[in-house]
């Protein structure tokens, strides 16, 4: 069965940091294109950072890049988002995800291309 698992939500300040985890079972990170999307109150959800394959490629939002950095773990089976310069529009909840697509389709994220979703964590940045 597999699950995915957020953790390491929270409340900060603008200008801090959080790092989220997510504990993947039911098969192994490098064999997927692995995530996090979030979905702030009555927007979209959308592709933060994705990573393909364990190969190194990454794609992350403009959004949040020189900010955000995404990576794994092989031996914990965990993907890590790094977020750092936190700032009011990061706030929203944020979910791990993961599937079977190729390197285009990993780096231009979509929630339909998506076949496992974790919970979410809810991250929260007060100014």
């Known amino acids: 069965q597999v699950q995915l698992v957020e953790s390491g939500g929270g409340s900060v300040q603008a200008g801090g940091s959080l790092r989220l985890s997510c504990a993947v079972s039911?098969?192994?990170?490098?064999?997927?294109?692995m995530g996090w999307f979030r979905q702030a109150s009555g927007k979209e959800r959308e592709g933060v950072a994705t990573?393909?394959?364990?190969?190194?490629?990454?794609y992350i939002a403009d959004s949040v890049k020189g900010r955000f950095a995404i990576s794994q773990d092989y031996a914990k089976n965990t993907v890590y988002l790094q977020m750092n310069v936190l700032k009011p529009e990061d706030t929203a909840m944020y979910y791990c995800?993961?599937?079977?697509?190729?390197?285009?389709?990993?780096?231009?994220?979509?929630?339909?291309?998506?076949?496992?979703w974790g919970l979410g964590t809810q991250v929260t940045v007060s100014s």
């Open positions: 039911g098969y192994t990170i490098s064999s997927r294109c």
């Open positions: 990573i393909y394959d364990g190969s190194g490629h990454t």
């Open positions: 995800a993961g599937t079977r697509i190729s390197l285009s389709g990993c780096l231009e994220p979509r929630p339909g291309m998506i076949e496992n």
